[in-house]
Antibody, heavy 115, light 107 residues
């Protein structure tokens, strides 16, 4: 069974930083692209970033380019999202997902950017 | 960038009714279109992958069709537990994108 557990969310001031983690189990982590998707309160889903199996390719939505960095550690079966220069509009539940074309989702972690 | 447009955005339906949700892509995406169900305070769950492929454990009343730019999610004989928001998602090219969602209310 695919299991994805996100952590690292919380309250941060505008301009601050946060690092999200996602612990994966139940599948061969190093064989899959991985994805971050976010959902602002009461809003729809927004794709944030993807990373290739070996970390050699990364893609981002325009609104986070230069501020967010996706990375992975295949030895630890873990996915990360380093978020810098956070803005109020980054407030959302952040989901980690396994990408096999369609997505298998974790339970999400809430990030709140507010002073 | 590929834009996905879902319709309707909201629908109020009665149990046992047949429901059709459409998703239109701004350019051809082949069959790289997936459907998800999200219930309140839960993470999304995949219902259909690659336009029409069924998912193990998903009730057979959910089906998908389409290719290119026009796709459909059909729910036959709606049940009360199907009250949720439904999203389409394209994985044809980056940036990935989602439709804006269709909220189903059960009367």
């Amino acid at each position: 069974e695919v299991k994805l557990v996100e952590s690292g969310g919380g309250l941060v001031q505008p301009g601050g930083s946060l690092r999200l983690s996602c612990a994966a189990s139940g599948f061969t982590f190093s064989s899959y692209w991985m994805t971050w998707v976010r959902q602002a309160p009461g809003k729809g889903l927004e794709w944030v970033a993807n990373i290739k199996e070996d970390g050699s390719k990364k893609y981002y939505v325009d609104s986070v380019k230069g501020r967010f960095t996706i990375s992975r550690d295949n030895a630890k079966n873990s996915l990360y999202l380093q978020m810098n220069s956070l803005r109020a509009e980054d407030t959302a539940v952040y989901y980690c997902a396994r990408d096999s074309g369609s997505l298998d989702w974790g339970q999400g972690t809430l990030v709140t950017v507010s002073s | 960038e590929i834009v996905l447009t879902q319709s309707p955005e909201f629908q109020s339906v009665t149990p046992k009714e047949k429901v059709t949700i459409t998703c239109r892509a701004s350019q051809s995406i082949g069959s790289s279109l997936h459907w998800y169900q999200q219930k309140p305070d839960q993470s999304p769950k995949v219902l259909i992958k690659y336009a029409s492929q069924s998912i193990s454990g998903v009730p057979s009343r959910f089906s998908g069709s389409g290719s290119g730019t026009d796709f459909t999610l059909t729910i036959n004989s709606l049940e009360a537990e199907d009250a949720a928001t439904y999203y389409c998602h394209q994985s044809s090219s980056f940036p990935y994108s989602f439709g804006q969602g269709t909220k189903l209310e059960i009367k």
